[in-house]
């Protein structure tokens, strides 16, 4: 793709530190040819198939930034530490499968455990 041709780039966990710095930034250093999509849980349940092919379907993005995850902190990580994993594999199951599907490209994926 080069630089003239439009972009729109999702960011999952939109919401979160990583996300909001990132969405800070962009506001800060807008370009023409970039469509920007924060997304939040509000926006869909990344762990079900059918409500990410429907974000996808949405936005269309060319590009995804994939930081979301299942957080709880440390006590809620020490306490459900398989529902934390499957959760999050399911996440990523999704997301990286539906880039895959869409042929987008993947430039960050970022996943900090608290355990």
């Not at 506001?27 to 040819?33: C, G, I, R, S, W």
């Not at 198939?49 to 993005?61: L, M, S, W």
């Amino acid at each position: 793709m080069s630089e003239s041709q439009a972009s729109t780039i999702m960011v999952t966990g939109g919401s979160g530190l990583v996300g909001s710095a990132i969405r800070d930034f962009v506001e800060a250093n807008p370009k023409d040819t970039e469509t920007w999509v924060f997304l939040s849980s509000k926006d869909g349940d990344l762990r079900d198939r059918k409500a990410t092919e429907a974000i996808f379907d949405k936005y269309k993005p060319t590009h995804v930034i994939h930081l979301a995850a299942k957080v709880g902190g440390l006590f809620a990580n020490m306490a459900q530490k398989v529902e934390f994993y499957r959760e999050n594999v399911l996440i990523n199951d999704n997301i990286m499968e539906l880039c895959r599907i869409h042929k987008v490209r993947i430039h960050k994926v970022q996943k900090l455990q608290c355990t």
